[in-house]
């Protein structure tokens, strides 16, 4: 079954940097283009980027342009988020989405990342 395990998630100071992790198991992961979305306190997930399967094309969400970077390894089966100059405003539970061909939805369990001085 399709199965999506972030990591590397933790408490850093604002300014700071962070790498998450997302592996993939379960299904052909280089047929397909991945995402990454956060949730805060509050709030409805967003978006954060997405990349598609070959990691030629990514898309960012405009409060993370120039400080996140997307990317995956297809050999690996993994898709990575680079977090850097992070906000407070950054801080959120972080997902990794999966849409398969049919349209089902998958998400991971997500992983807490928080940002304070």
């Known amino acids: 079954q399709v199965q999506l395990v972030e990591s590397g998630g933790g408490f850093v100071q604002p300014g700071g940097s962070l790498g998450l992790s997302c592996a993939a198991s379960g299904f052909p992961f280089s047929r397909y283009a991945m995402s990454w979305y956060r949730q805060a306190p509050g709030k409805e997930r967003e978006l954060v980027a997405d990349?598609?399967?070959?990691?030629?094309?990514?898309n960012y969400a405009d409060s993370v342009k120039g400080r996140f970077t997307i990317s995956r390894d297809n050999a690996k089966k993994t898709v990575y988020l680079q977090m850097n100059s992070l906000k407070p405003e950054d801080t959120a539970v972080y997902y990794c989405?999966?849409?398969?061909?049919?349209?089902?939805?998958?998400w991971g369990k997500g992983t807490l990342v928080t940002v304070s001085s």
């Open positions: 989405k999966l849409v398969v061909s049919t349209g089902f939805v998958y």
């Open positions: 990349i598609t399967n070959t990691g030629g094309s990514t």
